[in-house]
């Protein structure tokens, strides 16, 4: 085997030569990933920020849209975008509600007492009780799964339900709406859609409930668009 002048063989100088190259390409595109991945980075954010905005967007164009004479075609219901709550609801365990009124998005858990409207909100609860029992409403203890506190009664519990504070929310912030519309992560008991379904018939306004199965839609003349197969 020939040897060169510096005791290296053809073919090990050859890949000596390679490896030298190969590791200059190494070093020139780390150099140019350290230097260009802050704005990947950038790039990366405005895209996301900008995706939300539009989503945003969207779903408020949506919103205005149905809220416009479009009620009653519920095929049509179903475009609108997939809404804030439904990705924050993939990562919590328990229901939340959400309902976007006057341009303002407010989230609701069970029992929530959170809001600065809270007093508010329970009073007209307790109206919407009121007008519900009037009619016939009867609060059942088999939609409850664990058993009642000191202080709670059925009624209490089941009125504490996130979609009825939810749609409690929408009257007071506008006391005559025609259209109201509520997202839940979870599916809608059966107690809640009872009583929307009557809730619709009384204050004499469209609700449209989205929640992880379907979009439902509770007519004033006191019907869902499920006919109960929910
Ligand atoms: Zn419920
Ligand atoms: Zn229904």
Redesign the pocket.
């Known amino acids: 085997m020939r040897t060169g002048e510096n005791g290296f063989r053809k073919d090990e100088k050859l890949f000596l030569g390679k490896r030298k190259f190969f590791l200059k390409v190494e070093r020139v595109l780390h150099h140019s990933f350290l230097e260009w991945f802050p704005l990947f980075e950038k790039t990366f954010f405005f895209l996301k920020k900008f995706s939300l905005e539009l989503e945003r967007v969207l779903h408020l164009f949506f919103y205005d849209y149905f809220s416009l004479g479009s009620l009653g075609h519920d095929e049509h219901v179903e475009v609108i975008p997939a809404n804030r709550i439904k990705r924050f609801g993939n990562n919590v365990k328990f229901g939340i509600t959400c309902t976007e009124v006057n341009g303002q998005l407010v989230c609701f858990k069970a029992h929530d007492r959170s809001h600065p409207k809270s007093a508010e909100i329970y009073a007209e609860l307790d109206r919407l009780s009121n007008e519900l029992k009037e009619y016939g409403h009867e609060y059942e203890s088999s939609w409850i799964t664990r058993p009642l506190k000191y202080d709670e009664t059925i009624e209490s519990v089941l009125c504490g339900h996130s979609e009825k504070l939810a749609i409690a929310f929408n009257f007071i912030q506008n006391p005559r709406p025609t259209f109201i519309q509520i997202t839940k992560n979870l599916r809608v008991c059966g107690e809640c ?1 009872r009583a929307t ?1 009557l809730i619709a018939k009384i204050r004499q306004c469209e609700i449209i409930v989205r929640d992880a199965n379907r979009i ?1 839609h ?1 007519y004033k003349n006191g019907l ?5 197969h ?1």
């Open positions: 859609h379904k439902q509770f869902c668009s499920c006919q109960d929910f």
